[in-house]
Each structure stands twice: as C-alpha cells, then as structure tokens.
C-alpha cells in the first residue's frame, strides 16, 4: 500500500533549486487524439467505424480492414497485468532523477497490449488493473496502471503524483475568496490538504456574507489582492511569489447584457479589467516564479487554474460581453498554457455553465454549485486533468460544441 | 512442407566474410565504417571496386544517407541496389536480397554491407525517433529503449515457463567463453555466474551482462555463384535455405515466439536437413531470453522445454550444441546494424576454416537467424538461414 506522503520539511535555502525537466514529449498527430482524451479526463482508444477494431498505438488505418473512418470512443479500461519491471536506467533525465520507475505491460479486455506506467499498489504480474489516461509533465497523454479499485493514499504515489497536481501540502493562491466561488474553492482546497491557502481581496472593507468564516480555517492567509491594478499584483507577486505552488484564478466581474442592453463601453471595459487584462497581469507577475520552481521537490510548483466559462466557446448574448471577455480570457489562458508547459506547469481551465450564484439569478436550474464548481477544480487537480466542464449545461454545451460548433451557435441564439 | 514454387539458393555463395573492429566509441560517422567494409571486401576477394554490380548496406546512422549516397560516398556505380533498415535482421534480408539478385543475373557480385557508428550521445538519440509507435506509445514510459520490452519479455517468459536467472547465466557465460577466442570481441574478460547474478540492475530482470554493449563497427560479405566464388579461389558457404517472416502473431498479447515458428518447417525442408542436422547455431542474441526462445522456435526443443535445453546442453564452441560462437552480440557487442550480419560472417567462417581457436570441429551446416526491430512491444523482423560448407 502507497505510504502516506510525510509532510515536507521546510525548503532548505541553501540548495540551489533544481530546474525542471520533462519526459519525451513528442507525439505524432494521431497520437494527439490521447492527449485530447486525457485533458479531459476519459479512456478513449481508436475505434473503427467499419468493422469495430479497437486498435492502440494510435494508427492513421485501421490494422484490421484498413479502413480511415476511425474515430475516438471511450472504451472499457480494464485490464489484466501480463509482465512488470521496475527501471533501474533511462536515457532521459527526467527519469533519471526519478528512478528507479516502475512500468508494466497491460493487455486491455478490449483486446490491445499497452506499455504503461505503473501504481505501486498494483502486485507483480499477473494481476487485475484498471487503465487511466494522465497527462504526464510533458502535458502528453500517459497510459497509467492502477489497481482495479481505489487504495488508502493511492494519490500519494511518486508516479502518479509526477502526472497530478494534487494540492496535498501545496501552497495555493486563490486570487478572490470572497465571491461564492472563490470561497466554496478555499474550502475546498483546505479539505483536500492543501499547506497554506492565501485568499485574495480587493476591496477589504467590503463585508461579503461569508467570508468571515474562511479566516477561521488556520491554512487561510487573507492578502490584499486587485487584479485591475498592477501595482497591486506586483506587490504580492513580490511577496509571495517564490512560494506559490498552485494559482487558482477566481477573480472575476460578470454582468448580465448584451449589445444593446446597455449604452456605452463601461461594464464591457470593467469585464475585460478582471476577467482579460487580470490574467494577463497576475500571468506577467506570477508565471516567471512557477516555471522555475516547477521541480522544486514535493511540494513543486504545479498549476495554474482559470475560472473561465462555458460562454468562452460560444457566445451566450444574454451575456455577451461577459461571454466576450471570457473567450479573450479562454484565448490567452491558451498562450499561458504555450509559455508554463516546457516548464512541466499544467494551465486547468474550467468551463463551467451558470453557476448559481447572485449574477445567474434569472437563469433557470441546472445551475451549477458553488461547491460542485470547486469540487471538480480539485477533482481535476487530483486526477490531473486541464480542461474541465463542471455541470450539466456545461457538459451538454461541451458535446454539442465538438459535435458542430456552428449549430451550437444556432442554438444558443434560439434561446438556449 | 516447402512451397512448391519456391526457387532453391543452391547456387549462391556467401564469401569474404571482413569485419571492421569495433570500436566502444568512435568521432567517425557511418560513412567511414562502410568504407573500410567495402575496401576489406574487394581487397581480401582480389577485385576491383567495378566489380561490385551490386550493393545493400544496412545502418541505423548513416542518416540523412541511404544506400544511393553511398554510390556516390564511394564511387561506385552498381547496376541493384538495396537498402534494407531493419538492424537485427537486416544481414539476413540483405543476404536473400542478394541471394537473388545474382540469381536471376541483376548483380554478379553482391556486396552486403552493415555498418554503424557511435557517438556517445548517438544510442540516446536513436531512441525516441526510433519508430512512430516508440515515440507516441514507448520512449515516453521511462525511456528505457529496448531493455523496457525485453524486461517484459524475460520477465513473463521465467513466470510462463520457469526459466531462471541462472540459465540465461549459462548462455551469457558461454558466449562470453567463446569470446574470449575472437580478438575483435570487445568484451574478452571471463564472465563468472556471481558476476552474472550480482551485476547492475537495469531494469527488473535484467542485469548489465544481459544487455549488449552499443559500439562502432562493420560486418560485411560478398554473395556470388559459387562458380563464381571457384573461379576466384574464394573460400565459401553455400546457402541451402533462408526464410523471413515480418509481424509474426501479432495477436498474442506478449511476445513468447518469433516468426521463425511459422517458417522453420519450410526452412528446413529447402535445405533438405532436419533441426537434428545442424552442427551449430548463431542465433541472433539481443538478450539471452531470445536466444533460449530461438531454441524453441527453431525446432531444437518444443515450446517451453528452452530452459531444460540449456541446462542440458553446453553453449561454448566445444560444447554440445555450440552457439555464437564469436561471443555473439553479448560479449563481441552490438555495432548497430552490423550485429544483424555478424552471426553469418562467424558462420561462413565456422564453415570455411577461418575460425580459429574457437573452431567447431568437423562443423558442415551451420544455422544463421535474424531478429529485428522494436517498433512498439516486440521485435518484428524475424529471419533465418541454413549455411553449409561447400562440397571440396
């Protein structure tokens, strides 16, 4: 059984440290389809549409019938352990520094043999396992064994924690606690064992119903927080920035119109202060720090969360310059993705639906929770993947998006 | 069972077996080795470079090359031309390539060439470009290469058929005997079982003197008519039998056997011998769970009965069934494609005199194969050859 993970001793300021590698991360472009999967979270194989091979490694024919009319299907990941080793050498520095690491070759019920990392909790061959696609370092789609049924600490596992930024012991910043979601997302980081949560607040003399209780938890530190400000950001970033394991961005501003619901360019301007120009502040300020100290042992830093919107895809216009501003913000959490990836830095972007919260009031239900929101915010972290879709509207929205964008569109502007 | 129309080898010899000594590291690029290949072929056959009609080299880093750079490397101008890039089994493939060729009149002389370099850095580098399959499926799980897939393989095939670390012991201990009579092997200094069993691990089962040593080098033949190799007073082998096989029982869920399963029955049946005929073997030795699979596969002993045979058998030249009996890749090392041809050059010369102190006595028939290939979970290229002294 995995050993608990001991809480890390403090940093000691003498070692110089250590600058983050990344296992191989090439892939070719059939090989994407994994890492398509993997972002958000499902066991997909290639599945032929004509004669039903399920085939792996990613192919451009199907192996079977030759067919090119393959597609992605989530498939069954169970699966029995035929052989396992443990590497005592590799040719890649990442491994290196992380030997020894365990693989094992897996055969798949649904009939293909796959090389995979592997869960310390899983026995030697034979045995049963269940297969997880993870993102690795690299930001690449993984095959990970992992034992049939979850075990006590399982998430504490040195290869598995290499694919996750699970915030056990960690140092989060969350860049507003007051609002509905930036609070149920304190809480919900102090559960999962998060080490010190410093919660942003950028007006501290105004009283928001709640708030108060966070100060109670002892990991939570209030710091004085504006994103529209950069001075403001700078500051912190100069404080607390070299210690900063996990930015959760909850700041945000969300007002209900379209174009013609409200004259002039104020409110559309305040929404892309946060909601754009925010990110790309506390990115500027904060980034430089997490890239470098992205293998700085246990506690490393590992994420950077966005709370953006289901409108990011497509335009909602009941909220459309809300909608606006998140798709500028989806556009440059993108770019932030681009620039903290060679540092092994994963960028978590959550797409929610309504969330019901005072700004959403008119919406009719599904909403989605506050606490829900934040649940799947560390669910994504635990399990380590970037692309999240809490709630129902937000998952129907997701699948019709992928399925045509351009009819979502219609959709959407038909009343939803 | 031999395929009706198949065409008989029984005309083809394989002569002037040269090999370039291998080198643990070299600053010299692959273009070099097959240079001093082909210059040891002509020089050592007593022929001029325009004789050489026809020409396949096999290399893993004569990259942005192929085989047409060479002509123009070299200044040749042959008439066939083959390039084969399939490492372990690429000295059998090339040896029916030309086989062939000279046959049915396309080449009179047929130079096969293997050569590689390394660099210190090049083994690595190979690695995550090796194929889509290791780049996209492999080289990102620990990186390990090809010991990852063999560790596999050995693994299961100890658990599936109670093979133990000792009798791989056994094997590597007497090719490492065998070496010790080859002055081009690189690894000459006795292997004890201790030695074996306590070596470096790199990756569970296997230890350091289970895995080959990458180096620089040549292996390199000449393959005419034997009217041909007469008239030149070329020592040679004759070529009884040759199969190859390329994604063998691609359905079994773990590699437990190789292609030569498929095709041993008609190997053995073109050359007109049976497993029982063979004086020895060269089996192609990437780590000593192949060799022992090999057994198997080739008909010297049934599916699962390869760790009795060892324990029953003795491996060294003088041996009871003497097997690679250069030191094989093992103790010789693996000089990139060379080690694909280097178990028929010490087969034709076992057969034509030219072995040594490691000579296997009254040797007539001699079994070549070829094992290439790590794409994904197995080697795909399986190839095997019966040789046999030529007729005084």
Redesign the interface.
Known sequence: MTEPLARPPRKNPVLRTPLPTL??????R??LG?TAAAAVGRFMLQHCRDCGAVQ???REAC?ACLSVRLRWRDTDCGGEL???????????L??RERLP?R???V?LDAGC?????LHGDVGP?PARVRLRLCL?R?G?A??MALPPQDTPDMNDDPQLREMTCDPKFRKVLVTDGKSMVGQAMVRALASAGADLIWVGHAEPWKRMPGAEGLSALPQVAWVPLDVTDSRSVEELAGEIGGKVDIVVNTAELHRTHGISGRRGVDTARAEMDVNYLGLLRLAQAFGPALRGRAADGVPSAVAWVNLLSIYALTSFPAHGTYSASKAAAHSLAQCLRAEVRPAGVRVVNVYPGPVDDEWNQLLPPPKVAPAALAAAVVKALREGTEDVYPGDVAQEWFERWRDDPKALEREVSAGG | MTRPHRMSYEDIAVTVPFTVPYERFSIRGAHWFVGRALDGLIREAGLPKQSIEGLVVSSFTLAPDTAVGVTQHLGLSPRWLDHVPTGGASGLMALRRAARAVQSGDADIVACIGADTNHVDSFRQSLGSFSQFARDATYPYGSGGPNSIFAFITAHYMQAYGATREDFGKLCIAQRENARRNENALLRKPLTMAEYLGARPIADPLRLFDCVMPCAGAEAFLVMTVQRARELHLPHATLLGAIERHNAYADDPIFVRGGWAVDAAELYAQAGLQATDIDFVQLYDDYPVIVTIQFEDLGFCAKGEGPAFVRSNSMTHDGSFPTNTSGGQLSAGQAGAAGGFLGINEAVRQLTGAAGSRAVSNARVGLVSGFGMVTYDRCLCTGAAILAAASA
């Open positions: 296992p191989p991360g090439g892939r070719s059939v090989g994994l792996y490694p990613p192996h035929l052989s396992d080793t443990r590497l005592h050498h590799s040719n890649d990442f491994f690491w693989l094992g070759l055969r043999s796959v090389v995979a990392h061959a690795d690299a690449q993984v095959m």
